[in-house]
């Protein structure tokens, strides 16, 4: 018999464009078995709507999505009470809950008291009639829980989100933007934003970057840690010293609270393939593609859009959309890029050996593959389409081509440049390459490098984290036995276990690569990344190649290889 249960899974604030809209709201996740969703649903409907009248909240907007298992239900809300906000969609459901287990109700006129309360003790009039100016006056606009501020970089002015001034004391001739492009995908997204960061420098601007290793400007890191959502890009564009700006824009920050900023001068999906599936309602990779999706919202019609022609799923939700496209590819010849180029428009792909940009009426060549050191001699054909992506960015944000061609061919990936994302090394008379690559996608990028450079033998090292399924395991086995190699180094992630017993995910990857056509001679075993690394570089001889998928330990490992140049 089936579980009857509606559950309040998650509740949150959305403080930027997101993926329902390009307004600011609440929503809240929500379970439900035994019950049916739609019934839930317009009732939930019913009581928000009850509620936002009483309330004169009447030029608001509801919006509801059903995932397996439950649905998300939200609203929008004016930006100096989405506090306020999340309480008023607490109560609808609540109001839902009793309806349907037949509890009693609260009587609604304390509720509409009660959220009254809430809302006059968060409501900031002056904030309201900043952002209307700023909205007049065509200046951009951010504001958080502390500080809310003006235009970017070196003009931003920053005041405490309660000392707000009047605004016809502010000089608004006076504050200015600056070029800001989002960078989101499931794989590829911190080197890309590297390589542009590279490239504009080579124009000689200073850019500022997020990600999700450190916030930085120039060769300045302001801080480390994960900065690929809003507070991230707030703290950039704040900065003086950012002249330009990319972020990574990473999908949990997307779902989570939406987009740190309201527009940006272009976008880009680098690719969407599956990877943490089931957070906030995502179960299917078409659900990721329409997450990815939101940084559209950031942009106007006739701004670009810069999509992957080879994903499929990105190229059949694009088919829906109404937004100014510039389509990249590894195949001049594919069909997407094609037919895009016959009706005018613009794309970045591979023709004899050579990136070129068609800006919908001429085709100019960029640069040779093999020049392009992070494609490896054309190896390493993920970032080739990361470079595509930046020649798409660069045209985008007007950067000189001359920039474009001397920033692709200067930029390694050395632990440096690009830590953790393909870093190789020549140690002794063998080479090695080291990345973290932690889902299907990226891994099967990575082996299909290496199985595409010469090679006397190939060695793979894999370890995984213990809350990854059985299946998501076998899967990245597979793609880790794309490369075809003559040895796995299976390494135990003690620290990572979550849940697992020392030693169950090191004989699960064994068993799968058994199956998968290995033998167990082939298969060595070690204790820790570290010591994975120390095996593989015994094993190593002349001309192999060793892929060190090191999800942890990352500098002892690097460390190790330095040594032993």
């Given amino acids: 018999m089936t579980e009857k249960y509606l559950k309040l899974d998650d509740s949150r604030r959305l403080t930027g464009p997101n993926l329902y809209g390009s307004k600011a ?23 928000l709507n009850l509620i936002l009248k009483q309330l004169a909240w009447t030029t608001e907007t509801s919006f509801n999505r059903i995932f397996h298992g439950g649905a998300s239900l939200g609203f929008t809300a004016p930006i100096d009470v989405l506090y306020a906000a999340t309480e008023i969609n607490e109560a609808a459901w609540q109001r839902v809950v009793n309806h349907f287990t037949e509890k009693p109700q609260k009587p609604l006129k304390q509720v509409i008291e009660w959220l009254q309360q809430e809302i006059a003790k968060e409501a900031n009039p002056a904030l309201i009639a900043l952002q209307q100016s700023a909205q007049a006056h065509q200046v951009k606009f ?28 502010i000089d608004w001739a006076a504050i200015h933007s600056i070029p800001l492009a989002l960078v989101t995908g499931t794989n590829g997204k911190s080197t890309t934003v590297r390589l542009a960061s590279h490239v504009i420098k080579t124009a000689g601007k200073k850019c500022g970057i997020t990600s999700t290793d450190y916030i930085r400007i120039d060769e300045q890191i302001l801080d480390t840690g994960d900065y690929s959502g809003p507070g991230g890009a707030r703290t950039l564009l704040r900065h003086p010293d950012t002249e330009v700006a990319i972020l990574e824009v990473a999908r949990g920050g997307m779902l989570r609270r939406g987009l740190g900023v309201n527009q940006a001068m272009c976008a880009a999906i680098t690719n969407v393939a599956a990877d943490h599936l089931g957070d906030y309602g995502m179960d299917t990779v078409d659900d990721m593609v329409a997450a990815k999706f939101v940084v559209r919202q950031a942009l ?12 499929a799923g990105v190229v059949a939700f694009a088919q829906n959309i109404e937004h100014k496209i510039v389509w990249f590819s590894w195949f001049k010849n594919n069909p997407v890029i094609h037919k895009h180029l016959q009706t005018g428009g613009q794309a970045v792909y591979v023709d004899k050996g050579i990136i070129c940009f068609h800006d919908g009426a001429d085709e100019s060549a960029i640069v040779p593959v093999n020049e392009v050191p992070i494609t490896m001699l054309g190896a390493a054909k993920h970032n080739t389409h990361n470079a595509m992506v930046v020649v798409a960015l660069m045209f985008a944000m007007k950067i000189e081509l001359k920039a474009i061609q001397k920033g692709l061919t200067t930029f390694d990936s050395s632990p440096q440049n690009n830590p953790g994302r393909g870093n190789l090394f020549a140690v002794k008379d063998f080479q090695v390459l080291v990345d973290f690559a932690h889902n299907e996608h990226g891994l099967a990028a990575m082996a299909n490098t290496i199985k595409h450079m010469p090679a006397a033998r190939r060695l793979v090292l894999l370890g995984q984290a213990g809350d990854r399924d059985d299946e998501l395991i076998k899967g990245l086995v597979k793609s880790a036995l794309l490369a075809a190699p003559d040895c796995l180094v299976v390494c135990e992630l003690e620290h990572y276990l979550r849940g697992r017993k020392l030693g169950e995910i090191p004989a699960l990857i064994e068993q799968y690569a058994l199956q998968l056509g290995m033998k167990k001679n082939q298969i060595i075993h070690a ?24 999800l942890t330990q990352r500098d002892e490992v690097i460390e190790l290889l330095e040594k032993n140049k």
């Fill in 25 to 47: 709201g609440a929503v809240i996740d929500v379970l439900i078995s035994g019950y049916q969703h739609q019934a839930v649903i317009d009732y939930w409907h019913s009581e």
């Fill in 300 to 311: 106007d019609k006739d701004q670009d859009l810069i999509l992957n022609a080879d994903d």
């Fill in 527 to 550: 204790s820790s990344s570290l010591a994975g690394a120390e095996k593989a570089l015994e094993w190593a001889q002349k001309d192999d190649v060793l892929l060190l998928l090191s």
């Fill in 142 to 169: 951010l504001s958080d829980d502390d500080f809310v501020s003006l235009g970017y970089g070196a003009s931003c002015q920053v005041f405490p989100i309660r000392q707000i001034p009047p605004a016809e004391s």
